[in-house]
Structures are given as C-alpha cells and as structure tokens.
C-alpha cells in the first residue's frame, strides 16, 4: 500500500465491510459505538436495515490522514 509522505498507519482491522444505502432511503443506523480497534466480535449475527447492503469487504486500514479499505476488488478511500 502506497502512503504519502510521512502518513502514519494507526490501525488495521481486518474483517471491515462498506455498506451503501439505496438512494432516495431514510434509513435508522445504530449508533456509532466508542470502540478500541478490535471490535469484539458477537456470536449472533447483525442483519443490515432494510435498505442497506454491504458493497464490499475487506482489511480496513487508518492512518493518521484517511481511512483504506482493501477490498476484494479495489481499493476505497
């Protein structure tokens, strides 16, 4: 991964998911946690509101400008 000059990584989270919501939606998300990275992970899987859809997975990495996800097919800043 290519970093400017001088960009620090400060975390990497390896099962991250970028999740888009249909347009023209209203959609209730749950409210951000205050979280160390990582997350602990609970048994029982969260289904997504209606109206949003994961477009992609992959490593997130933050660094001290920007937030990478390595996803499986491109990279999304």
Do not use: F
């Not at 620090?8 to 023209?24: M, R």
């Not at 490593?59 to 990279?75: K, M, P, Q, S």
Request: with cysteine; glycine share 6%.
């Amino acid at each position: 991964m290519d970093l400017a000059d001088g960009e620090v990584v400060v975390a990497v989270q390896p099962a991250a998911e970028l999740v888009e919501v249909e347009a023209g939606r209203h959609v209730d998300l749950p409210i951000p946690e205050l979280a160390v990275v990582p997350v602990r992970r609970t048994k029982r899987a969260r289904r997504l509101p209606h109206g949003i859809r994961v477009a992609d997975a992959g490593t997130a990495v933050i660094t001290d400008r920007r937030l990478i996800l390595r996803g499986r097919e491109n990279d999304c800043e």
